[in-house]
């Protein structure tokens, strides 16, 4: 099972420094690990290896967290929303597996740049949540999940601002994403996008996920979240920068 053939010593430290960063933002602020992971590890290893990558060692290492989700969750709600991600996620998918890859790479250069740009804007949805837009939210979140594992922003737009109780928003949020995570990975085995060269990237890349997550909930409570969440936002924006493709020759 061997790695990719053109992925070097230097961008192989580069990945995996960036999952570290990626997993210490997750850790701390809750959001953040696929819009700064995505578009570096698009560039230095493609999307369509990237995509899996963080799908799987998110997945793996937040397990524990979805006991104490599904028991304080509102999980109509969570059925209603993931009624969009069944039609959502595999659109995403279909985009992922059969546009040029180059051709994705912008786009998640694109996709992470707006979504940067709702999360600094710092605006939320305040009216009560309906059944269609929930439906709708889903599918958008499904969409950008299934081609870029960045579906986080319009759920956390949409809940965050509403009459919902915070610790139901969260636990809504985490049991959410165990489900869009659970169709994605039917959907990627569905497209082939499990290969082999995927064992020996997350096997390399899920410690430095996990030590992040980690250190960045040690960070919780200690750090000034106003303060950190500034710097997860740069983080995003040196991410969106550095995955540029016209940045590639620097590198590779």
Known sequence: MPLPADLTPATLTLLIVTTFVAGLARGFSGFGAALIFMPVASALIGPRLAAPVILIIDAVTTLGLVP?????ADRREVAVMSLGALVGVPTGVYLLTHLDPLTIRWAIIGICA???????SGWRYHGRPKP??????????GLFSGASQVGGPPVIAYWLGGAIPANIVRANIVLYFEVSTALTLLNYLWGGLFVSALVPLCLMTAPA???GL???????GVASEAT????????IALAVVIGLPLLDGMLR
């Not at 269609?132 to 979140?141: E, N, R």
């Open 68 to 72: 104490d989700a599904f028991r304080r």
């Open 114 to 120: 707006a979504l940067l740009a709702l999360l600094l």
């Open 132 to 141: 269609p837009l929930t439906v709708g939210v889903g599918a958008l979140s």
């Open 209 to 211: 996920y996990g030590i």
């Open 214 to 220: 980690w250190g960045g909930s040690r960070l919780f």
């Open 228 to 235: 950190f969440r500034r710097i997860c936002l740069c983080l």
